[in-house]
């Protein structure tokens, strides 16, 4: 209430030492990592592990990215989930250039990586030569686990900046590999609700 | 041979003479020969243009009055098409005159990685292919394998391995219910649908260690026995389910949105779903009551009693009810095996075939020889070809091995159930409107991985 | 022999003697038995007339068409007498509702001359698996709607089933290597 007062009295200069400096970058950086939406890439297994951590057992919406986008100039990431082959790579192409600057991508499975298993003329070994790669999850596929891992990882990466840092050092995405988190304990059943 | 009038919801298996409905007319062409063309009267909605050719039209100056339709491209990448499968459909406003299904975006080269992998390594191959029913491509591939071996497996072997199907029938099931749901605007649905779909991934980890594309089903038996404590799991799924199955019944079978949504849209006579093939609930749905578990009974089949689900009138709606009941037929079978689950080995004991346990390679020569030779070389397996077909979710996934006697296959062929259905969408899209498209996309359930391979 | 045969004759006929040897004929057709199932291997000139055949005796679906490629097949070909092996092989499933009963059909088809005519007037749920052939391995289907590439991009150069198409497997270095990736 004196808060209110003293600025309508005094304008901004009545505030003293009820105010918190920052810088405006932190200020962007911070809101960025809270609510980067997803673009739907989801292609194969990788899709339905993705589809699960956004599921309420794992829950994407926490870390603010439920809202998976189907347009990609409303898409902050880019969650290559799946193998991609040869006919879908003008199309990841397309979908990333469309998405607005600032932009990321999640390589997430082993296919997207790397090609996976399919080393062969119909799959593009690994992602990162049509579009550079911020972050690698590994994994056939990677458990709901490792996927929030891995998009941790590149939310800590954007808060701090580090991010920049790196694509500038890497001429392209900054490239960071994350350590598979899956089978952290014993799977065992949860019921919840009034049904258990 | 008469018809008989199935019951929407469920049908008796008459284990003697599938009633299936007869054809109303034999036609014959102008060669002499028989034809069905004529049981497709819509198949003029199928759009036969190249992709260039579409593409070239977007350059073409309009043709004035005759420019009445407008070709629009959907997909690959598209919320609500399942994956990457792109549509090209010829609109007349919202109607959707002609349609052309466009595959071929996730096609993996899978048929051609097997011929570089061993019979061991080809069950991971496969598995990824209907990526949301894993254990029945292992399925179809280790029986056909074993179907050239002529190796029989144990009991136990062949009773887990029907229990680990009956399980992804019904966490494939709730993937369908969820993404159905999504797909006409319940976007709750796939929050249930995943909710129920993870109880069973649990299981699927605490038996297989993985919760997706398991490598589980091998050709000689199984990977690993069932844990202890099974049965206590199991029964607790199976009593967890029921009541939200009941959930889904009031959000979404009684409610008249969604039947208004899906009844009458995407019907499919049963004349026009054998001429083109389909399979698994698409051809259920038509009337048609074709299950290959009770019809060619394979691995115990003949031992459990359920149900075979059988539509009436071949819509969206029937295909969704199908596989809601598909899922409480299931579970009464997932029920009698946790009561009948023999007692024995887990897979065969044929060292040639089968890698020895690992704590007996420390032990023995010939064990470590063996496991040496199965995991580098790979067995080899006579030679010959063999076509073996089991029920997918999805319809009748088949697989076809030809080989010449050596450790790798020399051809894989995998007949994908949802690469056949996907034939009947055209013509079940012929005439409706763009909403009614993406019900009847969501209603053939294809997983893309199967479709391109 | 066949025994379940209800409607025409054509399911099983009198068996013919070449060489000595008696050869069971179905549809026309040489039969074979590839561990307990049917196989018939018909002429790639009798394809159609076989098919309707199979289709007028109750074999209402078409369940699966595909090919295989023989070029630098190992083993023996067994096929029976009469029957000369090519290098391209169309093989059909077909299934009867009504008798529980399937069948298989393998045709040869040439190196030189891979064309075979089209099933599609008479199962039209060959559609989409001939042009899978077609893509894959090359073999083109006479009378087929819309013979195109489906798995492949349209312009993509030559049909990766066949056996002188190479996998395309690119060398993989290993962490530690000294290499670009």
Redesign the interface.
Known sequence: MGLITDVQNDGLGGLDHNIVTGQVENLVRWSRSRSSWPA??????C???M??T????YDLARLGMEV?R?SPRQADVMIVA??V????AP?LRQ?YDQMMEPKWVISMGVCASS?G???????V??VDQIVPVDVYAPG??P?PETLLHAIETLHNQIETGEIMRRRAANGGGAGIVVEQR??QGE??????GR?? | MTVTDPTPETADADPVTPVVPAPSTITIDDDGLLTQLDKLPRRNAVLRMSEVRAAELVDEPLDGENDQTMLVNMGPSHPSTHGVLRLMLELDGETVRRSKPVIGYLHTGMEKQAESLTYLQGPTNVTRMDYAAPFFNELAFSLAVEELLGIEIPERATWIRMLMSEMNRISSHLLFMATNGMDLGAVSMMIYGWREREQVLRFFEMVTGLRMNHNYIRPGGVAADLPDGWRDEVLALMDMLPPRLEEYDILMTGQPIWRDRLQGVGTMTAEEAIALSATGPVLRSAGVPWDLRRDEPYLAYDQVEFDVVVGTYGDCFDRYAIRLNEIRESMRIVRQIVDKMPRGDYRVQDTKVTPPPRARIDESMEALIHHFKIFTEGFKVPEGETYVAVESPRGELGCYIVSDGSSKPYRMHFRGPSFVNLQTMSHMMADSLIADAVAVISSVDPILGEVDR | MSAESTSEDTQSEEPVEEAGVEIEMAYGCPVSYSRAQRVIHPTREQWRSVASSLLADGFNMCVDVTGVDYLTFGGQRRLPAGIEGERFEVVAGFISHERRERIRARVQVPEADATIASLYSIYPGADALEREVYDLLGVAFEGHPDLSRIMMPEHWEGHPLRKDYATGAIPVQFKGAPASR
Not at chain 1, 40 to 45: K, M, Q, V
Not at chain 1, 54 to 57: F, L, N, Q, T
Not at chain 1, 85 to 88: D, G, V
Not at chain 1, 187 to 192: N, V
């Open positions: 739907t890439f989801g292609l194969a297994c899709a339905i592990e589809m699960a956004g599921g309420s057992h998976f189907a799946g193998r082959s040869q006919k879908m199309v979908i090609g298993m399919f080393n062969n003329y119909a799959i070994q690994g056939c596929p458990g899956d089978g799977p065992k059943l949860i019921t919840l049904n258990s």
